[in-house]
């Protein structure tokens, strides 16, 4: 495979990935009792979501370049 095909079969597979998943609407902050906000719970979904992503479209990119 030429670097361009890879390049396009990358980003096929990560369009496909992303848009087969749900992804979340909100993302809550929570705030403690001092009026801190922790952004650790939105990261942490964030993160999951993307990584669930990728995973996903890289499993998909392997099977396709391993057949060739």
């Known amino acids: 495979m030429t ?3 890879i390049a396009k079969l990358v980003q096929d597979k990560l ?12 993302f809550f902050l929570t705030e ?3 009026g801190v906000v922790d952004g ?5 979904a964030l993160l999951e979501d ?10 998909e ?7 060739k």
């Open 32 to 34: 403690n009792g001092r």
């Open 3 to 5: 670097e361009q095909e």
């Open 50 to 59: 993307m990584m669930r992503v990728v995973q996903k479209a890289t499993t």
């Open 40 to 44: 650790g719970d939105m990261y942490n």
């Open 61 to 67: 990119i392997l099977k396709e370049a391993l057949k």
């Open 15 to 26: 369009n496909e990935a992303y848009k087969s998943e749900e992804h979340p609407k909100k």
